[in-house]
């Protein structure tokens, strides 16, 4: 019954936003000529599309609340590391392979592939659950052909290193070895003492060389998604990169500069952190093979189908929303401010299976209230720099005009 009522409630919305649509864009405008005269509030211009935007939603709600932060509008001087987000993979099901000839134990290969699964792992709705891993790494065979789509391995006693996300294609291999292409080293370290200059992992006992593979292996499959070093970001506190001698004209890993940051939060635990001796963390997660809160926070940003915002369309896309077990896809378009209320129209709701999302909007129809846990934030049109935040949002639905208005959005840090 009750599943019913809110099933009505979801066609009904969409029924009155669709015929209050005509209408909506007008009022819209009556509301952004108040904003624009009367209030510090920031409306802004696409440049890529030459429609006029409403701006930032979320960044007026702050606004409004009085308690704009510093960072929701810092302007960096240079592109942020991070995320390449050229090179992010769109596909959440990515091949990989050993090249030809590759001479590996059983025990070895479970380490490695246990490994790269943590980050499969991170993008599951329920981390305990055994199935729903959104991310997926399939395959693990010998490549069939010179160049499959995907991450090729090659297991050799080289430093470890990985080409960053679509790198892996083979556009720009690390290297060809035997006409294969090569997009990942890793080395099982089955010689000693362990190549010339390279954490000696071979010596000492035969769980310290698993774990060594282990940690290796989770820094670089970070890489193979698009992850770069984490110091490369002018996050960094200074004295990390005063250690080393970098500056903004000299960063560290020049030629992997990320163009995107997660939460604009520099992250010391990150086991994309290079340089292990760092002053800011001696004992970084990156020699541990854990991951990070931010770590996981970031791999089911870009692979977990999240539910998103975008200013270049104003568009909110949440892949799942629960409503009394049913599971919906929902888009609500952002329509302005009526008052001092953001606004947002129904613009479609349609059954979906099961737990297609890593966080999972829930709608409450005793008191009408929509929860989306983790909103991707990204204002790429807008910013001088680009950025993506990650929100906690409430909206409350108005069942006599059938629209939501939204009532907190808190940045996840
Ligand atoms: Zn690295």
């Not at 819209?28 to 599309?49: G, M, W, Y």
């Not at 246990?114 to 199935?131: F, G, I, R």
């Amino acid at each position: 019954m009750k599943q019913q009522q809110a099933t009505n409630i979801i066609a009904a919305a969409v029924l009155l936003s669709l015929n209050t649509f005509a209408t909506a864009g007008e009022s819209s405008k009556e509301n952004l000529a108040k904003i624009t005269n009367n209030s510090p509030l920031k409306v802004t211009t696409s440049n890529t599309k030459n429609t006029l935007s409403l701006g930032n939603p979320f960044e007026q709600f702050q606004l409004s609340q009085g308690n704009l932060s510093a960072t929701t509008t810092a302007a960096f001087p240079q592109p942020k590391a991070f995320v390449n987000s050229q090179l992010m993979w769109d596909t959440r099901s990515i091949p990989v392979c050993y090249l030809p000839g590759t001479n590996l134990s059983f025990a070895d290969h479970t380490t490695i592939k246990t490994a790269a699964e943590k980050w499969e792992t991170a993008t599951k709705m329920d981390p305990t659950s055994t199935s729903n891993s959104l991310l997926k790494f399939t395959g693990w065979g010998i490549c069939a052909t010179a160049n499959p789509f995907g991450i090729k391995i090659v297991i050799d006693n080289t430093v470890p290193n990985s080409g960053v996300g679509t790198e892996s294609n083979g556009s720009n291999p690390i290297n060809v070895i035997n006409g294969f292409n090569a997009s990942m080293h890793l080395n099982v370290f089955t010689t000693n003492p362990a190549p010339t200059g390279f954490d000696p992992c071979r010596t000492g006992t035969e769980a310290n060389r698993a774990n060594c593979i282990d940690h290796i292996v989770v820094h670089e499959f970070g890489h193979a998604l698009g992850f770069i070093h984490e110091i490369v970001s002018p996050l960094t506190p200074q004295p990390c990169w005063d250690q080393f001698g970098f500056t903004l004209t000299n960063p560290p890993d020049n030629p992997w500069m990320g163009d995107l940051t997660l939460t604009n939060q520099w992250d010391a635990d990150s086991v994309m952190t290079a340089y292990a001796a760092m002053a800011c963390n001696p004992t970084p997660n990156n020699s541990k093979g854990i991951l990070s809160r931010l770590d996981k926070l970031a791999v089911k940003t870009w692979y977990g189908n999240i539910p998103s915002y975008t200013t270049w369309n104003n568009t909110a896309v949440i892949p799942s929303v629960d409503i009394n077990g049913q599971k919906y896809a929902v888009n609500l378009t952002y329509q302005g401010m009526v008052g001092q209320t953001q606004i947002f129209n129904v613009a479609s709701v349609t059954a979906t299976a099961a737990n297609s999302s890593a966080s999972e909007a829930i709608f409450t129809n005793t008191n009408n209230v929509l929860h989306i846990p983790l909103l991707r934030y990204q204002d790429q049109a807008n910013k001088p720099n680009f950025v993506t935040d990650l929100y906690d949002v409430y909206l409350a639905y108005n069942t006599a005009t059938a629209r939501f208005s939204m009532t907190s959005a808190n940045l996840v840090r």
